[in-house]
């Protein structure tokens, strides 16, 4: 299968992106890992006049955590730096979980975590846990930069709120307000699939109190679900079986499963019940949280 | 190197907009002149000529068509050819050097890693990069860097055996 023809640029600044952007036409992609783009432009899903391709701009190949303790993504940072990363598995309880789990080895090389969100498949694993972690997009455009949060920025199924002249520069986690806690866990009928439920559990605690929690939902509806009320049962008090119990049900009932190849709505719904459980049960144990579910 | 359009007329010909780009396949320099579209699995199999790179599922699925761009095991479908300019891609020819295969190919001789051979390239190949980041992997390190390579003939068994082999052999040999 071969792409539609299109004009390809590949600029060596942010500003010549941009510019290309702002220049382009009508219909122009931001080529960055190219995981998703490429197979859709194959199947002639996606047919761009042009592609801008940010991998020769320098400065955007980086993960760090700044002084007041937000972690930053740059958007060429691949699955695999996040995977491999000794900051995150430190840091970072959710998205260590999740990073192995997205696709296979050779599409996390390649792969960003900035494209996947921009992507905004309903099935995208780092959507619901950048969401669940309350984080946020930044976007640069002619007119300068802006934070997205990631509640906003993703307003459907492969749909967010992109001008078609903005680029986003980066994904922002912002500091935790107690000690981190959580976990991804991810069904899938087998590696590389798309996720049949995925479940981003972000919680963080002072003392015993609960002072922040996030719940997120991969591939149980049309966008990735953010669980607030499931979140909001956890918050102000301490984990405990009968707040967890509450949580996982109200995620349950956040979800819009239907049933597919992958299995019965119902099924799923259950699903999203256990892995509230599971990952609140055994919060901050990476081995346990990033184990694959069978 | 030489690469055949479909003839759409002479006005969609001058619309092709070719780009020159310079890349090392296996160490050998190369200049091609290619459309932006142009897959890099496409270069490498009819543009070089080099066929061991197979084209499997040609969606991003089956990993047939692995090889490693500066190092990096990565799916030759689903990346364009124009993105390895300035860079070194290695095949499976590349591999073995001029009269001995490589501790990886030898590996799959011994253990019998292979039965139709077809997702072998890509097994190989995200093996070497395995290796050349972990020479001492466990059998599960192994597993979870092919779990992007699939063998329909489901001789898993034995590839996982032929990597473990091809490690000790490599550890011995440093």
Known sequence: MYPPRFRYEAPHSLDEAIGLLHDGGDYVKVLAGGQSLVPLMKLRFASPEMIVDINNVPGLAYHRADPDGSLHIGALCRHADLEHSDLLKGTQP??????????????????TL?????????????????????????????????????????TGPFQNVLEPDEIAIEAVVPPAKGARSGGYLKLERRVGDFATVGVAVAVETSGDTVVRAGIALTGVGASTIGATEAAAALAGKP???????????????????????????????????????????????????????? | MTIVYDDLGDEAASEIPVRKIRFSINGQKKVAEIEPRLLLADLIRRGVGLTGTHRGCDTTNCGACTVLVDGQAIKSCTMLAVQVDGREVTTVEGLAGQSELHPIQEGFREEHGLQCGFCTPGMMLAAKALLDRNPDPTEED???????????????????????WAAEKLRAEA
Request: net charge positive; aromatic share 4%.
């Open chain 1, 239 to 294: 984990l405990t079986a009968e707040s967890i119990a509450q949580a996982a049900d109200l995620a349950a009932a956040a979800a819009q499963p239907k049933t597919d190849h992958r299995g019965s709505a119902e099924y799923k719904r259950h699903m999203v019940t256990v892995f509230v459980k599971r990952i609140l049960g055994s919060p901050s144990t990476g081995a346990a949280t990033t184990e694959r579910a069978a």
């Open chain 1, 114 to 154: 900035v494209g996947s969100l921009c992507h905004a498949d309903p099935q995208g694993d780092w959507a619901s846990v950048v969401l669940a972690l309350g984080g946020s997009v930044v976007a640069q455009g002619p007119r300068g930069k802006r934070a997205i949060p990631l509640a906003g920025f993703v």
């Open chain 1, 94 to 111: 959710t998205m260590a979980a999740a990073a192995p789990l997205i696709a296979d080895p050779l599409v996390r090389n390649r792969g």
């Open chain 2, 142 to 164: 192994v597993r979870w860097a092919l779990s992007g390579n699939l063998c329909r003939c489901t001789g898993y068994q034995n590839i996982v055996k032929s990597v473990l």
